[in-house]
């Protein structure tokens, strides 16, 4: 069973309020504790509520008062480069947001525009004249990715054909001669000399030469 998403907005009702926050604050604090002991790092919580007369501090004040030492200790532009509030972390969430729905819709109309372009390929007729600008653009951009695209494919393939050309052209012809001076099996030639006489035979395992001593 999937979890109802949570309404991210101020809690009118203040029993609801009140119960939210005792089970929100101690899973902060759960998860707090789960990464300095996993990541062995130095954290501390803070808060304060209109429930509570004190503040609540974790894991203790003695503890929070040696983070916020190390802190302070350090230059004051590098205690705020990564510090953020409320207004900045929902800023930074709705840029990210903005960029993931661009994203999206980018991908929705490649879609579209590569539907179009089976359309026209397929039997379908399209009435170009019945498309707007905008999609005439996209639809001529498409094409032009497509085609690089496939340029791109040919040369990768030409340039490997090109290799194993180049590796066979090193390779030398095998001799119908062995190494130990054997004929191949099943292979037989005959070279004559100058007069027609005597020739040179190549049988299945043997050599046998012959030689015209006639003036």
Request: charged share 30%; aromatic share 6%.
């Amino acid at each position: 069973m999937t979890r109802k998403k949570v309404n991210l907005a101020y809690i009118v009702n203040d029993s609801a309020r009140k119960a939210t926050y005792k089970k929100r604050k101690k899973g902060l604090l759960k998860k707090v504790d789960e990464l300095t002991t996993l990541c062995g790092i130095e954290a501390c919580a803070i808060i304060y509520s209109p429930f509570e007369p004190q503040p609540e501090v974790w894991p203790s004040p003695w503890e929070v008062q040696n983070v916020l030492s190390k802190l302070k200790r350090m230059p004051e532009l590098e205690q705020s480069k990564k510090m953020v509030n409320q207004e900045t972390f929902l800023k930074q969430r709705i840029v990210k947001a903005k960029e993931q729905v661009k994203k999206l819709q980018k991908e929705n109309r490649e879609k579209e525009m590569t539907q179009l372009i089976f359309k026209c390929l397929g039997a379908d007729k399209v009435q170009f004249n019945n498309l707007s600008v905008t999609d005439l653009n996209d639809l001529a951009w498409l094409i032009d990715q497509n085609l690089k695209h496939i340029k791109r494919r040919m040369e990768k393939l030409e340039e490997k054909n090109d290799q194993m050309n180049q590796g066979r052209s090193y390779m030398v012809a095998p001799s119908p001669l062995s190494l130990s001076g054997r004929v191949p099996k099943n292979e037989e030639m005959a070279l004559m000399n100058g007069n027609g006489n005597e020739a040179m035979q190549f049988g299945e395992t043997n050599l046998i030469m012959g030689f015209d001593l006639n003036p």
